[in-house]
């Protein structure tokens, strides 16, 4: 078996009871990983281009968040930014991580967000990419990712169309991992759940100036131009309103900038969080 797929397969821990999947490579100060949400999502989907570059020079960690990928989705769980910034905060605790830096692609910017809000003496730096803010409105690309029916062809149609400005980075490789996590047992269930059901998440990832001011931890934004999912307008806000933040927008890039513009996405990050990552 080669390195990749021992990576893939990654292990697992108890979270607050419940089974939590995720990858742990490297050593060093953790960088948190953090996945947006869209059908087939995970870690390892998420982050492969990244996991082991930024791992040469920091202890990466990429979770699997509950009712995403191989972690459990207990039947009494009410998805939430709550829920999902809990999960989180539990994860470091459950591995004894004291303080970490953040990464958070889409939703996963927003967790980053609730959890400086949260408790920022536990956070080192914050990376958003590709993330919800202020500004955010309902784009043809979020309405697509809600439409999704698992399929094969929908799943590329979907990567295709509204993920990606070079479409040559949408492999089948990629649509296979993409698609079988949508259609796994439960997973398109959970999904529909999240995003269609009044009392689960929906349209409760708003964040308002006021929060946004005050998220004081030092912040990398990164988002791509043709980003159809979370218009760069957004970037835009938000780095005018954090006390302690910067800027990098990658030309001819869609939402993806870790995996359609990976190797300088890793040096532009791996410089913000002081890393020295292997190319």
Same mark, same amino acid.
């Given at each position: 078996m080669?390195?990749?797929?021992?990576?893939?397969?990654?292990?697992?821990?108890?979270v607050n009871g419940v089974n939590t999947h995720y990858h742990d490579v490297g050593e060093g100060a953790p960088v948190v990983l953090l996945h947006g949400s869209g059908p087939g999502v995970s870690a390892w989907a998420n982050w492969q281009h990244a996991i082991e570059p930024l791992a040469a020079g920091a202890r990466v960690l990429a979770l699997d968040l509950v009712g995403f990928g191989a972690t459990e989705r207990p039947a009494d769980v009410r998805y939430s930014l709550r829920t999902w910034t809990d999960h989180v905060w539990g994860f470091?605790?459950?591995?004894?991580?004291?303080?970490?830096?953040?990464i958070g692609n889409s939703l996963g910017g927003r967790?980053?967000?609730?959890? *400086?809000e949260?408790?920022?003496?536990?956070?080192? @730096? $914050?990376?958003?990419?590709?993330?919800?803010?202020? &500004?955010m409105e309902l784009t043809d690309g979020l309405k697509a990712l809600r439409a999704y029916t698992p399929s094969a062809p929908a799943m590329r149609d979907l990567l295709v169309n509204y993920f990606a400005v070079d479409t040559s980075i949408i492999t089948d490789e990629l649509v296979t991992i993409?698609?079988?996590?949508? *259609?796994?047992?439960?997973?398109?269930?959970?999904? @529909? $759940?999240?995003?269609?059901?009044?009392?689960?998440? &929906?349209?409760?990832?708003?964040?308002t100036e006021e929060q946004v001011r005050a998220i004081t931890?030092?912040?990398?934004?990164v988002h791509g131009r043709e980003d159809r999912v979370v218009p760069v307008d957004v970037a835009w806000n938000m780095v005018r309103l954090l006390p302690d933040a910067d800027l990098h927008v990658f030309a001819r890039c869609g939402h993806w900038t870790q995996i359609e513009r990976a190797a300088e996405f890793?040096?532009?990050?791996?410089?913000?969080?002081?890393?020295?990552?292997r190319l």
């Open positions: 080669t390195a990749t797929m021992n990576l893939r397969e990654g292990r697992y821990v108890d470091l605790d459950a591995l004894g991580i004291e303080k970490a830096s953040v967790i980053a967000c609730q959890m *400086a949260d408790d920022r003496s536990r956070l080192d @730096r $914050l990376v958003l990419m590709g993330a919800p803010g202020v &500004g993409r698609y079988e996590a949508s *259609a796994a047992p439960g997973a398109h269930e959970a999904y @529909r $759940l999240m995003f269609f059901h009044p009392d689960h998440a &929906g349209g409760q990832l708003g964040i931890v030092p912040t990398l934004l890793n040096t532009v990050v791996g410089d913000f969080l002081r890393i020295a990552p």
